[in-house]
């Protein structure tokens, strides 16, 4: 059974357009997390939600937006997308949000906006 | 701020060791090590955390000088496996509650046969 999991695993779309990311995991967890990595590799978090409350939210164009239906799934949801929203979009998860917990990443979603 | 690692990029022979330094200009809570292959997930691989706990997988060796702010992973007897992107995370503040990890730019080690 895979952990966090992540759909799709590849999206290509044109500039404009409006995507959703969905992610899943099967840990129990209380915490999810949403990071971006660019072409340079550089991770850097985006959105965290404990317990389906947002309590992470990183300076990120408002153009993107998550949604937690439950503590098990976590959503991202991208308005007019933009050249520079290409990189790769990944989903983790821990226990909880109190410091010096591990984060377990889902595989990725390679986005890449034309 | 994010850390700092060192070097950026390393090549080795298989079996020679390899040092990752990661440093800080902030107080850390944690030290967090990831290795990322390439087109793949970061895996996790330790914790360290201030006051000394560590957790994490019995092969890989790390420190935390939490006075100087810097953690290092240390990579003995390198096996090809080894090879890809490691990353350090930090995590600041002495206590409470929404904890944020903040990667740095990564150390590329490459493993040769």
């Known amino acids: 059974d895979t952990a966090v999991s992540q759909t799709p695993k590849y999206l290509v779309t044109q500039m404009g357009n409006d995507k959703s990311i969905k992610c899943e995991q099967n840990l129990g967890h209380d915490t999810m997390y949403w990071y971006k990595q660019d072409s340079k590799k550089f991770l850097k978090i985006m959105f965290s939600?404990?317990?389906?409350?947002?309590?992470i939210n990183e300076t990120v164009p408002n153009r993107f937006s998550p949604k937690s239906p439950d503590k098990a799934h976590l959503n991202l949801h991208i308005n007019s997308l933009e050249l520079g929203d290409s990189a790769v979009y990944f989903c983790a998860s821990s226990q909880g949000s109190s410091g010096g917990e591990t984060q377990y990443f889902g595989p990725g979603t390679r986005l890449l906006v034309l | 701020q994010q850390p700092v690692q060192s070097p950026q990029a390393v090549i080795l022979r298989e079996g020679e060791d390899a040092v990752i330094n990661c440093s800080s200009s902030k107080a850390l809570y944690s030290v967090h090590w990831y290795r990322q292959k390439h087109g793949e997930a970061p895996v996790f691989l330790m914790i360290?955390?201030?006051?000394?706990e560590q957790k994490g997988h019995e092969k890989i060796s790390a420190s935390f000088n939490e006075k100087k702010q810097q953690s290092s992973l240390y990579l003995t007897a390198s096996q090809l496996s080894y090879s890809g992107t490691y990353f350090c995370?930090?995590?600041?503040?002495?206590?409470?509650?929404?904890?944020?990890?903040?990667f740095g730019k990564g150390t590329l080690l490459t493993v040769n046969p």
């Open positions: 995370g930090t995590e600041g503040g002495s206590g409470g509650s929404n904890y944020k990890l903040t």
């Open positions: 360290l955390l201030k006051g000394g």
């Open positions: 939600y404990n317990n389906k409350e947002l309590i």
